[in-house]
Protein backbone atom coordinates (compact mmCIF):
# COMPACT_ATOMS: atom_id res chain seq x y z
CA UNK A 1 0.00 0.00 0.00
CA UNK A 2 1.38 3.54 -0.86
CA UNK A 3 1.77 6.58 1.64
CA UNK A 4 0.44 9.58 0.09
CA UNK A 5 1.69 12.29 2.34
CA UNK A 6 3.54 14.80 1.68
CA UNK A 7 6.69 13.63 2.81
CA UNK A 8 6.20 9.64 1.70
CA UNK A 9 5.66 8.16 5.13
CA UNK A 10 2.60 9.17 7.79
CA UNK A 11 3.63 10.45 10.70
CA UNK A 12 2.17 7.78 12.88
CA UNK A 13 1.43 4.06 12.09
CA UNK A 14 -1.83 3.94 10.94
CA UNK A 15 -1.41 3.36 7.31
CA UNK A 16 -0.20 -0.20 8.56
CA UNK A 17 -2.70 -0.89 11.32
CA UNK A 18 -5.77 0.37 9.45
CA UNK A 19 -5.14 -0.63 6.09
CA UNK A 20 -4.85 2.54 4.33
CA UNK A 21 -3.28 5.73 4.32
CA UNK A 22 -4.21 9.10 6.10
CA UNK A 23 -3.58 11.40 3.52
CA UNK A 24 -4.79 8.66 0.47
CA UNK A 25 -7.41 11.18 -1.70
CA UNK A 26 -10.21 8.73 -1.57
CA UNK A 27 -9.83 7.77 2.47
CA UNK A 28 -11.89 5.34 3.89
CA UNK A 29 -12.03 3.66 7.48
CA UNK A 30 -11.56 0.22 8.40
CA UNK A 31 -15.38 0.02 8.23
CA UNK A 32 -14.90 1.08 4.24
CA UNK A 33 -16.96 4.42 5.24
CA UNK A 34 -15.55 7.05 2.81
CA UNK A 35 -14.12 10.09 4.86
CA UNK A 36 -12.83 13.20 3.87
CA UNK A 37 -9.30 13.90 2.91
CA UNK A 38 -6.75 15.46 5.66
CA UNK A 39 -5.81 18.93 4.65
CA UNK A 40 -3.79 21.69 5.88
CA UNK A 41 -6.49 24.10 7.94
CA UNK A 42 -7.21 27.22 6.78
CA UNK A 43 -7.86 29.67 9.85
CA UNK A 44 -10.90 31.24 10.32
CA UNK A 45 -10.35 33.05 13.63
CA UNK A 46 -7.84 34.51 15.49
CA UNK A 47 -8.30 31.64 17.60
CA UNK A 48 -8.09 28.83 15.37
CA UNK A 49 -4.52 30.05 14.70
CA UNK A 50 -3.79 29.65 18.53
CA UNK A 51 -5.19 26.29 19.16
CA UNK A 52 -3.42 25.61 16.35
CA UNK A 53 -0.01 26.48 17.20
CA UNK A 54 1.84 26.50 20.54
CA UNK A 55 -1.03 27.72 22.73
CA UNK A 56 -2.80 24.38 21.82
CA UNK A 57 0.03 22.52 22.29
CA UNK A 58 0.71 23.61 26.18
CA UNK A 59 -3.17 22.54 26.98
CA UNK A 60 -2.41 19.75 25.22
CA UNK A 61 0.45 18.94 27.63
CA UNK A 62 -1.96 20.52 30.33
CA UNK A 63 -4.02 17.73 29.77
CA UNK A 64 -2.66 14.16 29.49
CA UNK A 65 -3.60 11.19 31.93
CA UNK A 66 -7.44 12.04 32.33
CA UNK A 67 -8.76 8.64 30.97
CA UNK A 68 -9.77 7.35 34.25
CA UNK A 69 -11.88 10.20 35.42
CA UNK A 70 -13.21 10.57 31.59
CA UNK A 71 -14.20 7.08 31.92
CA UNK A 72 -15.94 7.61 34.99
CA UNK A 73 -17.44 10.89 33.31
CA UNK A 74 -19.20 9.02 30.75
CA UNK A 75 -20.49 6.59 32.55
CA UNK A 76 -22.44 9.45 34.18
CA UNK A 77 -23.12 11.77 30.76
CA UNK A 78 -24.48 8.10 28.73
CA UNK A 79 -26.37 6.25 31.38
CA UNK A 80 -29.93 7.57 29.56
CA UNK A 81 -28.45 5.85 26.25
CA UNK A 82 -29.77 2.59 27.18
CA UNK A 83 -29.20 1.17 23.68
CA UNK A 84 -25.49 2.26 24.14
CA UNK A 85 -24.39 -1.42 25.11
CA UNK A 86 -20.75 -2.67 24.92
CA UNK A 87 -21.46 -5.54 23.03
CA UNK A 88 -23.21 -3.54 20.33
CA UNK A 89 -21.22 -1.71 17.39
CA UNK A 90 -22.05 1.78 17.12
CA UNK A 91 -19.95 5.24 15.82
CA UNK A 92 -18.94 8.18 18.03
CA UNK A 93 -17.26 11.29 17.04
CA UNK A 94 -15.97 14.06 18.91
CA UNK A 95 -15.32 17.33 18.15
CA UNK A 96 -12.14 19.23 19.48
CA UNK A 97 -10.77 15.70 20.56
CA UNK A 98 -7.32 16.70 21.32
CA UNK A 99 -4.87 13.97 22.24
CA UNK A 100 -7.30 11.35 22.56
CA UNK A 101 -8.27 11.10 26.27
CA UNK A 102 -11.78 11.25 26.03
CA UNK A 103 -11.84 8.83 22.99
CA UNK A 104 -9.37 6.30 24.89
CA UNK A 105 -12.38 6.25 27.87
CA UNK A 106 -14.71 5.65 25.47
CA UNK A 107 -12.43 2.87 23.99
CA UNK A 108 -12.30 1.78 27.32
CA UNK A 109 -16.18 1.61 28.15
CA UNK A 110 -17.35 0.77 24.62
CA UNK A 111 -14.50 -1.25 23.00
CA UNK A 112 -17.00 -2.16 20.06
CA UNK A 113 -18.00 0.93 18.99
CA UNK A 114 -16.20 3.02 16.29
CA UNK A 115 -14.67 6.28 17.01
CA UNK A 116 -13.72 9.07 15.68
CA UNK A 117 -12.02 12.67 16.08
CA UNK A 118 -11.86 16.19 14.76
CA UNK A 119 -8.81 18.03 16.12
CA UNK A 120 -6.95 21.27 15.05
CA UNK A 121 -3.83 21.16 16.43
CA UNK A 122 -1.41 18.78 14.55
CA UNK A 123 0.17 17.55 17.67
CA UNK A 124 -2.66 16.62 19.47
CA UNK A 125 -3.94 14.95 16.50
CA UNK A 126 -0.58 13.05 15.82
CA UNK A 127 -0.93 11.84 19.79
CA UNK A 128 -4.48 10.84 19.36
CA UNK A 129 -3.40 8.83 16.47
CA UNK A 130 -0.84 7.19 18.30
CA UNK A 131 -3.44 5.85 20.42
CA UNK A 132 -4.84 4.25 16.96
CA UNK A 133 -8.20 6.70 16.62
CA UNK A 134 -9.07 7.93 13.53
CA UNK A 135 -8.59 11.61 13.68
CA UNK A 136 -9.78 14.50 10.79
CA UNK A 137 -7.21 17.41 10.66
CA UNK A 138 -8.49 20.62 10.71
CA UNK A 139 -11.23 23.42 11.83
CA UNK A 140 -14.67 22.35 13.07
CA UNK A 141 -15.95 25.34 10.90
CA UNK A 142 -15.19 24.31 7.62
CA UNK A 143 -15.74 20.29 8.72
CA UNK A 144 -18.37 18.88 5.78
CA UNK A 145 -18.98 15.28 7.50
CA UNK A 146 -19.55 12.90 4.52
CA UNK A 147 -21.98 10.58 7.42
CA UNK A 148 -23.54 10.76 9.96
CA UNK A 149 -22.57 9.49 13.48
CA UNK A 150 -25.03 7.80 16.32
CA UNK A 151 -23.41 9.88 18.73
CA UNK A 152 -21.41 13.31 18.63
CA UNK A 153 -20.27 15.05 21.22
CA UNK A 154 -17.95 18.29 22.44
CA UNK A 155 -16.22 18.67 25.81
CA UNK A 156 -14.46 21.66 26.70
CA UNK A 157 -15.01 23.21 22.66
CA UNK A 158 -18.10 25.43 22.21
CA UNK A 159 -16.16 27.62 25.14
CA UNK A 160 -13.84 28.61 23.33
CA UNK A 161 -15.46 29.35 19.98
CA UNK A 162 -15.81 33.31 19.18
CA UNK A 163 -19.60 34.00 19.64
CA UNK A 164 -20.21 35.31 15.86
CA UNK A 165 -19.26 32.00 14.62
CA UNK A 166 -21.41 29.87 17.09
CA UNK A 167 -23.81 28.88 14.50
CA UNK A 168 -21.89 27.44 12.32
CA UNK A 169 -20.55 24.95 15.30
CA UNK A 170 -24.07 24.30 16.35
CA UNK A 171 -24.83 23.23 12.80
CA UNK A 172 -21.75 20.66 12.39
CA UNK A 173 -22.49 19.54 15.73
CA UNK A 174 -26.64 18.45 14.99
CA UNK A 175 -25.96 17.79 10.73
CA UNK A 176 -22.94 15.14 11.83
CA UNK A 177 -25.80 13.43 14.55
CA UNK A 178 -27.41 10.50 13.61
CA UNK A 179 -29.48 10.30 16.66
CA UNK A 180 -27.54 11.98 20.23
CA UNK A 181 -25.45 14.72 20.98
CA UNK A 182 -23.75 15.28 24.10
CA UNK A 183 -22.48 18.76 25.15
CA UNK A 184 -20.31 19.02 28.06
CA UNK A 185 -18.97 22.65 28.56
CA UNK A 186 -19.19 25.81 31.08
CA UNK A 187 -22.76 26.99 31.67
CA UNK A 188 -24.15 30.27 32.15
CA UNK A 189 -27.22 31.96 32.16
CA UNK A 190 -26.35 34.79 30.05
CA UNK A 191 -23.25 34.84 27.79
CA UNK A 192 -20.03 36.11 29.73
CA UNK A 193 -16.36 35.89 29.00
CA UNK A 194 -13.75 34.94 31.18
CA UNK A 195 -10.07 35.49 30.78
CA UNK A 196 -8.11 31.96 30.09
CA UNK A 197 -4.93 31.23 30.93
CA UNK A 198 -4.12 35.30 30.85
CA UNK A 199 -6.06 35.70 27.54
CA UNK A 200 -8.53 37.60 26.28
CA UNK A 201 -10.77 36.51 23.77
CA UNK A 202 -10.11 32.85 24.49
CA UNK A 203 -13.62 31.50 26.95
CA UNK A 204 -16.95 32.12 26.55
CA UNK A 205 -19.51 30.79 28.97
CA UNK A 206 -23.36 30.70 28.09
CA UNK A 207 -26.10 28.56 28.11
CA UNK A 208 -24.97 26.34 24.84
CA UNK A 209 -27.65 23.89 25.28
CA UNK A 210 -30.41 26.37 25.55
CA UNK A 211 -29.20 27.85 22.17
CA UNK A 212 -29.41 24.22 20.55
CA UNK A 213 -32.93 23.13 21.46
CA UNK A 214 -34.57 26.89 20.63
CA UNK A 215 -32.28 26.51 17.40
CA UNK A 216 -33.21 23.26 16.69
CA UNK A 217 -36.95 21.98 17.31
CA UNK A 218 -36.07 18.22 16.21
CA UNK A 219 -33.82 18.26 19.68
CA UNK A 220 -34.85 16.92 22.82
CA UNK A 221 -33.58 17.32 26.28
CA UNK A 222 -32.93 14.19 27.67
CA UNK A 223 -30.11 14.06 30.97
CA UNK A 224 -28.06 16.66 32.13
CA UNK A 225 -25.85 16.96 34.67
CA UNK A 226 -23.18 18.39 36.93
CA UNK A 227 -19.69 17.44 37.68
CA UNK A 228 -17.60 19.06 40.21
CA UNK A 229 -13.81 19.59 40.66
CA UNK A 230 -13.87 18.07 43.99
CA UNK A 231 -15.89 14.89 43.18
CA UNK A 232 -13.77 11.58 43.62
CA UNK A 233 -13.38 11.54 39.52
CA UNK A 234 -13.35 15.09 39.06
CA UNK A 235 -14.08 17.63 36.03
CA UNK A 236 -13.20 21.41 35.64
CA UNK A 237 -16.75 22.12 36.57
CA UNK A 238 -18.68 20.98 33.49
CA UNK A 239 -22.08 20.49 33.31
CA UNK A 240 -23.25 17.97 30.42
CA UNK A 241 -26.49 18.06 28.44
CA UNK A 242 -27.84 14.74 26.67
CA UNK A 243 -29.99 15.67 23.67
CA UNK A 244 -31.41 13.23 21.56
CA UNK A 245 -32.30 14.30 17.64
CA UNK A 246 -35.93 13.33 17.28
CA UNK A 247 -37.38 12.11 13.40
CA UNK A 248 -39.37 14.61 11.52
CA UNK A 249 -42.84 14.04 13.21
CA UNK A 250 -42.27 12.47 16.51
CA UNK A 251 -43.31 13.02 19.36
CA UNK A 252 -41.68 15.30 22.25
Not at 2 to 31: F, I, K, L, Q
Not at 32 to 50: D, F, I, L, V
Not at 106 to 135: D, F, T
Request: hydrophobic share 35%; aromatic share 12%.
Amino acid sequence: MACHSPSGHCDTYVCGMNGYCAWEPTMRTPHGTPEPTRRESTMNTPQEAAWRGEFGDRYTDRNMGKVPTNRAFFRKALASCRWFRMDEQHSILELGCGAGENLQALRQLYPAHHLEGLEINPRAAAIARGWGMLVHEGSLLDFKPARTWDLVFTKGLLIHIPPTELARAYDVLVRASKRWVLIAEYYAPQPVEIKYHGEQGMLWKRDFAGDLLNAYQELRLVDYGFIYHRDPYPQDDLTFFLLEKMAQGSAT
